[in-house]
């Protein structure tokens, strides 16, 4: 007689088709809290808790790229490789840091190597940030191994639930035009 798995299925069992996975959000919000509202608190509390799992990846990430390249300053080249060639300006706007902040990472990536500064062709008083051959390389590396971080955390979902995942990602993040 065959063992059954984890899940308590015997073992070599024909499964139906995957069901569509419903999602049970642990609830931190009031117990007052229902309908529409109690929803979008527990979205709230999920995003936040979202948002520490991408802090802590982000911080292992940067120390994956360079031990003496602190998150912010990950964070700055992350932005600098995506946005090319962009200014000090840009950064601060675009994330909300402060300009001293900003020049301080951008030295810090420049004596390191992995960011170069040069006179904006248009304008040669404008000096542009742009990414060497050595960050892009280094980034790289990181990039696959961020994937295998994140891989654990979508291990057994289909490729539709992943696509799907991504779809509200996307529009979560793309807010309604507020005409």
Known sequence: ???????????GAVLDAPRPVRFTAPRLAS???????????SVVDEIGSMM??????????ASRFDPDVPP??????????????CTAGDIVKAMALDKSAVSRQVALLREAGFVD???DAADGRVMTLGSTDRAEARMLEVRH??????????????????????????RFNTPADPR
């Open 117 to 119: 500064v040069v006179p």
């Open 145 to 170: 191994e961020n994937r295998a971080v994140f891989r654990s955390h979508v291990e057994g979902w289909t490729d539709d639930e992943l696509g799907e995942f991504a779809g509200w990602l996307h």
């Open 31 to 41: 117990p007052d809290d229902d309908g529409r509202e109690g929803l979008m608190a």
């Open 72 to 85: 912010t300053a990950f964070y700055v080249l992350r932005y600098v490789m995506k946005h090319q060639p």
């Open 52 to 61: 520490v799992e991408a802090k802590r990846t982000i911080a292992a990430a």
């Open 1 to 11: 007689m065959s063992q059954p798995t984890d899940d308590g299925t015997p073992a």
